[in-house]
């Protein structure tokens, strides 16, 4: 009998894709305010902007342009 892998173990677990909402979720702040820190806006507390940033590059994440587009945003 083969050995049972346990569920959400490294082996069987798939990466989860990063999102805006995880971000915010994770910073303690709203999804608009990660977009502005992504799209350099003005109005955002330094310490706001460092804690995004930490956890945008932590997390390694890149912007959805085809998201993005069918928002009919570029």
Known sequence: MAKATKIGSSAT???QKVTIYSIAREAGVSVPTVSRVINRKAGITEETRNKVNSLLKLYNF????PASSILGRT
């Open 13 to 15: 677990r798939k990466r």
């Open 62 to 65: 890149k912007p959805s342009y």
